[in-house]
């Protein structure tokens, strides 16, 4: 199974590549730059897996490149505020 299957598993792994990434004193202008590439990389390239991951990809390829970049912002903020709960 991919963590791509399942909305709450990719959330899930987002929380801990933060957590990773956090450690080892990753700043949050890096962390949300890396955010938006994974999204680019994913809208491009990868089929959606479930209804959260289209509509992601749909706003994301509907977005500017600013838009796009508040997107990742707000991925990072929603792993973040949940990521405590899936330590």
């Not at 792994?13 to 990389?41: C, H």
Request: aromatic residues 6%.
């Amino acid at each position: 199974m991919s963590v791509l299957d399942n909305f709450e598993t990719w959330k899930q792994f987002l929380a801990n590549r933060l957590q990773q990434a956090q450690q080892q004193g990753m700043d949050q202008k890096t962390i949300t730059n890396l955010a938006a590439e994974v999204g680019d990389y994913l809208a491009q390239n990868v089929d959606a897996k479930n209804k959260e991951e289209q509509i992601l990809k749909d706003l994301w390829n509907a977005a500017s490149e600013q838009e796009q970049q508040a997107l990742a912002s707000t991925m990072v903020k929603l792993v973040q505020n949940q990521g405590n709960s899936y330590s």
